[in-house]
């Protein structure tokens, strides 16, 4: 990490340089957006299997100084002190462990290993580097409204839970004519399907808050079931499109069903991500579909029941030079992430300029747990206990 003028200076390299990858250049180049912080990423270098997927960082990212193939190249680049690595689920352990032991911070991708053996391979790798800050990307925890119900959890406001839900939907695979890719192969994506690409999402927020569920029933759905192939031929899909948790929550002095929900199959679903909570005090709800609108619902005994839908302002974890009467999206919540990542690495996990903090790895391993779980619901019809104390 080096230093320019007031700024910390952290150099980057990015491992797997597509969809992913490209949104970090561009929060990198919008930094100037972020309001008092003194930190910032560069991006010194850049590893794809593929040429033609660098060849756009070298064209759109001045400061990209190195363009490898081999990711050990990249791993061995003294100019670099973080990797950003966006692969496919199959390469996760192999590559966030080397990239552990080579020193380097790590923000990875979810969920953090193709299968339970895989994660907890990379989570033995960093108990062997403890010094090195590892997290896992999720960024719809940053934008206002959720980080107002957040802040209305931390406060005690909801009273005794009732309910909650938590899920991931969009409807880019309900076209059948979409063409089959890594997402939809056992070899790459993993058996957990839209839960091991979706889940870490939905899981982020409720693991935070200590919702840990001490069971799960599992409604997984395989809606389509072969893709065009690219080669003129059709191929059999064979991961889960949709899932359906229902988990019993038991904290130390509460219990709660909570239903969790990915689904990569949602009619009239972009790109949804939602939380709502019922409480005896308190209800709310937030959604992505309505980005700047947090619906709340307070109540005390004998009083009228009515949902309040108001604005939620342009406040977000980083300040930023935006005003409150903007709206705040997608990019903007990718910037912030981005933001917390490099603040702990450049302020350490204690001296961070907020609290909140990216998805640790134990978060990404608890969905693990989950999903795993959910997986063993399906085949057996039961529901399946879990055991957090393990």
């Known amino acids: 990490m080096a230093g320019e003028g007031s700024k910390k200076i952290i150099r980057f390299g990015v491992i ?19 309001a008092d912080v003194d930190f910032e990423p560069r991006i010194t270098a850049v590893c794809d299997a593929n040429p033609a997927a660098t060849a756009w960082f070298e064209q759109a990212v001045p400061s990209v100084e190195r363009s490898y193939t081999d990711y050990r190249e990249l791993l061995a680049d003294p100019n670099v002190d973080a990797v950003y690595c966006a692969v496919p689920h199959n390469l996760h352990a192999q590559l966030y462990i080397d990239i552990i032991r080579a020193g380097k911070h790590l923000l990875g991708e979810k969920p953090f290993g193709i299968d339970a053996a895989a994660n907890a391979a990379i989570m033995e790798a960093l108990s062997e580097r403890p010094e090195v800050i590892v997290r896992c990307s999720s960024e719809f925890p940053f ?22 839900e938590a899920g991931f939907w969009h409807s880019s695979d309900l076209d059948p004519n979409k063409p089959i890719n890594w997402k939809r192969r056992i070899a790459t994506n993993g058996e957990y399907g839209c839960m091991g690409d979706l889940g870490m999402h939905v899981l982020h927020l409720p693991l935070r808050y200590g919702w840990k569920p001490k069971s799960v029933r599992a409604l997984l759905s395989k809606i389509v079931p072969e893709r065009p192939d690219g080669k003129g031929g059709m191929a059999p899909c064979e991961t889960w499109d949709n899932a359906i948790l229902a988990c019993d929550v038991e904290t130390a002095d509460q219990v709660f069903p909570m239903v969790l929900s990915t689904k990569r199959i949602a009619p009239g679903h972009a790109n949804t991500w939602f939380l709502r909570i019922q409480g005896t005090e308190l209800s709310a709800e937030f959604t992505t579909k309505y980005p700047k609108q947090v619906a709340s619902l307070p109540y005390t005994p004998g009083a009228s029941q009515a949902w309040h839908v108001a604005d939620a302002p342009y406040k977000s974890a980083y300040g930023t030079i935006t005003g409150g009467i ?30 909140f903090r990216c998805a640790t790895p134990e978060e990404a391993a608890g969905s693990h747990r989950v999903f795993t779980a959910a997986l063993e619901s399906q085949r057996t019809g039961w529901t399946i206990p879990l055991n957090w104390g393990e």
């Open 16 to 34: 797997g340089c597509g969809l992913m990858g490209k949104e970090f250049a561009s929060a990198a180049s919008r930094w100037c957006h972020l």
């Open 143 to 164: 934008f206002p409204g959720a980080m107002q119900l957040t802040e209305w959890v931390r406060e005690g406001r909801f009273g005794r839970i009732i309910e909650v």
């Open 326 to 355: 903007f709206e705040f999206g997608f990019s903007d919540s990718i910037l912030q992430m981005w933001a917390a990542f490099c603040d702990e690495v450049a302020n350490g996990p204690d001296r961070m300029t907020q609290p």
